[in-house]
């Protein structure tokens, strides 16, 4: 069988590491509300919707299609399903047949009726889209719904998932379409980080996949897909050689590569970082950009490379033009702010942290962050509000703050006095005692 489940892995991999965010108490009410619906309005919905899953689809042209406050609307069933941790909800807001037909059109052969039928049963595993999501969420990740916008075909709603302990940052576009019976269903999904969409990847996927196969098995292939089945073995090395941590190796096989090759976006992926600690990044950067001008995939892997050579100027335009694509969001005003702090700019880095927390008080990065602004100013009263802010929020695990050296002046006060006997009759017995939320990347965000 040809293997899929890379592909939902790959639409997993945010590289932007910041912290992590909880679902809010609105959620968990508008779950109340869906099951406060009459089953047998249920029942008919989800007749409607199975029966919906077919390539008989048409994108949607016109917003007041779907009214963002009802409960049945798309947005919240798909915060719905992964809230309740309903996998077969899920899978029904999204039509895979449609992304399998997209994947392999022009390709044919036994191998290729195999791989559809792999690949529905696929999303029903542990390791497809929707189960990957409802881990994320479950493990203290979140996946929130941000914004409905018009694009150049349909409607599509952007999604953020931030991975448990604030590893990475996402955003998935749900492109829109009605089925005949009128329902709200995905035709497939854009993902950010691979700048293109889930039909896109599977194919790649099985591309290389079909290249490996014995020659009873061989399908005709042509174009970008026969150059790239033909380049398999140099895009493993150059994989490898990255894993291995080898930019020099890597730069020498991406030359190997045809053009055509080299300008895929999974190849211009790996080229972003084969130079991201070279001097010449930039330069790649922006070559890519022109190649790809509504894209944004450069600029979420762009964002940690030019923080991490200091170039928060180039950073932050990254940031920005992410937020213009998303139409807004407190967390990137969050990593915004962080930049502004590392160039010196105190007043107006501290203004876009206190904002974004205004505007989402579910951001845990934005509260670290605030944490860090109270130690400077040794406000220890504030200290303790935002520690057991936080400790109520969310799912962090606490280490003894005498370990940790912005502290200082803090585990000197009475407040830490009282923070200690608040922890005392807050922590389960069972909770490590130890663990607060992972030293290095915590102290990143204090401080």
Same mark, same amino acid.
């Given at each position: 069988?040809?293997?899929? +489940? ?7 991999? !945010? ?8 679902? /809010?108490? &609105? ?21 409607? +919707?199975?029966?919906?899953?077919? !390539?008989?689809? %048409? ?13 049945? +609307? ?7 399903? =992964? ?22 059109? /022009?390709? *044919?052969?036994? #191998? ?20 990957? =999501?409802?881990?994320?969420?479950? *493990? ?14 349909? =409607? ?91 930019? &020099? ?36 950067? %922006?070559? =890519? ?8 995939? $450069?600029? $979420? ?6 923080? /991490? ?16 694509? #998303? ?18 700019? %105190? ?10 927390? *205004? ?66 009759? *807050?922590?389960?017995?069972?909770? !490590? ?9 915590? %102290?990143?965000?204090?401080?």
């Amino acid at each position: 069988m040809l293997r899929v +489940t890379t592909l939902f892995l790959i639409a997993l991999l !945010p590289t932007i590491s910041f912290a992590q965010s909880r679902l /809010s108490q &609105e959620l968990q009410q508008k779950l109340r509300t869906r099951k406060a619906i009459s089953e047998s309005q249920d029942k008919d919905a989800k007749k409607a +919707t199975t029966k919906s899953l077919s !390539p008989a689809i %048409e994108p949607l042209d016109k917003a007041d299609e779907i009214k963002p406050h009802t409960p049945q +609307t798309f947005t919240q069933a798909v915060n719905i399903a =992964i809230v309740s941790k309903d996998l077969t909800a899920f899978n029904e807001l999204v039509s895979w047949p449609t992304i399998a037909v997209r994947a392999t059109k /022009s390709l *044919n052969g036994k #191998v290729i009726d195999q791989f559809k039928a792999d690949f529905l049963t696929e999303v029903k595993s542990s390791n497809s889209l929707g189960a990957q =999501i409802i881990a994320t969420v479950n *493990n203290g990740g979140s996946y929130e719904f941000l914004e409905l916008k018009k694009s150049s075909s349909t =409607i599509v709603a952007i999604f953020r998932m931030i991975l448990p302990g604030g590893r990475g940052v996402n955003y998935h576009e749900y492109q829109l379409a009605k089925t005949k019976t009128k329902n709200v269903i995905a035709s497939d999904i854009y993902v950010y980080l691979t700048g293109e969409t889930l039909s896109q990847s599977i194919r790649r996927n099985l591309i290389t996949g079909l290249a490996e196969k014995d020659e009873d098995s061989k399908v005709d292939l042509a174009g970008i897909d026969k150059q790239i089945a033909d380049n398999v073995s140099v895009i493993k090395d150059l994989t490898k050689a990255l894993s291995e941590e080898k930019p &020099e190796r890597a730069r020498s096989l991406l030359l190997k590569l045809p053009p055509e090759v080299r300008a895929d976006k999974a190849i211009q992926t790996l080229t972003l970082n084969t130079y991201k600690r070279s001097a010449a990044f930039e330069t790649v950067v %922006e070559q =890519i950009r022109k190649a790809n001008p509504d894209d944004v995939f $450069m600029e $979420m892997l762009a964002i940690d490379a030019f923080a /991490s050579q200091k170039k928060y100027d180039e950073a932050i335009d990254a940031i920005d033009t992410v937020s213009a694509r #998303v139409g807004g969001d407190p967390y990137l005003m969050v990593l915004k702010g962080r930049m502004e702090l590392k160039k010196g700019n %105190e007043k107006s880095g501290r203004k876009l942290i206190t904002d974004a927390i *205004n505007a989402d008080d579910n951001l845990l990065n934005g509260y670290w962050n605030l944490v860090s602004f109270s130690l400077t100013d040794k406000k220890h009263e504030e200290t303790l509000r935002l520690l057991k802010t936080i400790d109520k929020k969310f799912k962090v695990n606490f280490r003894d703050l005498n370990e940790i050296p912005s502290y200082k002046n803090f585990v000197k006060s009475d407040e830490f006095a009282e923070w200690s006997k608040y922890r005392a009759a *807050n922590t389960a017995p069972t909770e !490590p005692k130890n663990d607060v939320s992972g030293k290095s990347s915590r %102290e990143k965000e204090i401080r």
